[in-house]
């Protein structure tokens, strides 16, 4: 596996090309504003951490830069293009992917079949191309499922490629997940707590894939609470606080900041 430092020596914020931007971003739910005027920028070939306290709106901010829900205020681009009214399948085919927090397979489903629901835009979805060109339908879903299959090579579940979805355990579904979105070759990844209620053994699988897609040149946003996990893939981390950005800087310096670390103990320090 590649060192940590490696992450360190690549170029600062500063130096990148901004890729996923979000400038101002609110949204309330009644009067809660779970977030609240938030901007962020992911560089090109970047790894990302965004921590903060539960309830600090990270999950709402991903679902803002997925499009599965539409800001109260503010604007998304990515690579220049503006986003912000774009629905979740616009934002996958403009290379976001995200995975959830808790994934939710299609339980009765194959491992394989899951895997397959990620791919874009096939031609076998269109009921016209199925009755004129059949044969290109047939290769492209043949091109599919072997893209799936050496997806799930990739993230180690060849071997369960045939059993239901819901045999598998918490972490070999975010492995699941990671390798649907996969599918659609995005550019850029949110990860929402990729560790959470991992053992071990896969968490140590899960860093080195998120390493590896990393150096296949993909922008990663990861929320996390592991604090390891975050020192050894971000050279950033944003923290957000009350769904607002607190501050962001390496790892080592905001687990030492006194007002992030105010913010996990509810304010009171
Ligand atoms: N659909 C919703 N309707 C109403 N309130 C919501 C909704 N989704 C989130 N919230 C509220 O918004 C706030 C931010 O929640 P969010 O899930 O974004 O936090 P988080 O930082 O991801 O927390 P955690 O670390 O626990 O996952 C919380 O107060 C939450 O209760
Ligand atoms: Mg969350």
Not at 35 to 47: F, H, K, P, T
Not at 145 to 168: N, Q
Not at 193 to 201: L, M, R, Y
Not at 236 to 258: C, F, I, N, W
Request: aromatic content about 2%.
């Amino acid at each position: 596996m590649q060192p940590a430092a490696s992450a360190r020596d690549k170029p600062t914020a500063s130096e990148r090309k901004p890729l996923l931007r979000a400038r101002g971003l609110v949204k309330a739910f009644g009067g809660l504003l779970a977030v609240n005027d938030m901007s962020i920028s992911l560089g090109q070939g970047e790894m990302l951490g965004l921590i903060g306290p539960n309830g600090a709106g990270k999950t709402t901010l991903f679902n803002l830069l997925a499009g599965s829900l539409k800001p109260t205020a503010g604007s998304i681009d990515m690579a220049g293009r503006d986003l912000t009214r774009a629905g979740p399948e616009r934002r996958i085919a403009s290379g976001i992917g995200r995975t959830f927090q808790i994934p939710r397979p299609f339980a009765e489903m194959t491992v394989l079949e899951n895997v397959l629901t990620g791919a874009q835009n096939q031609a076998g979805e269109r009921i016209w191309m199925n009755l004129l060109r059949p044969g290109r339908v047939a290769a492209e879903e043949r091109a599919s499922v072997e893209k799936a299959r050496s997806l799930l090579d990739f993230v180690t579940l060849s071997r369960l490629e045939g059993e239901p979805a819901r045999i598998l355990s918490g972490g070999q579904r975010k492995l699941l997940e990671l390798s649907r979105i996969l599918m659609a070759d995005p550019q850029v990844i949110l990860l929402d707590e990729p560790a959470a209620g991992v053992n071990p053994t896969l968490l140590e699988l899960i860093i080195d894939r998120v390493l590896d897609l990393n150096r296949q040149g993909k922008s990663i946003l990861l929320i996390e609470h592991n604090m390891e996990m975050v020192s050894r893939l971000c050279s950033r981390v944003v923290v957000m606080a009350g769904g607002r950005h607190l501050t962001e800087g390496k790892p080592s310096d905001v687990a030492r900041d006194k007002a992030v670390i105010d913010a996990y103990l509810g304010g009171v320090a």
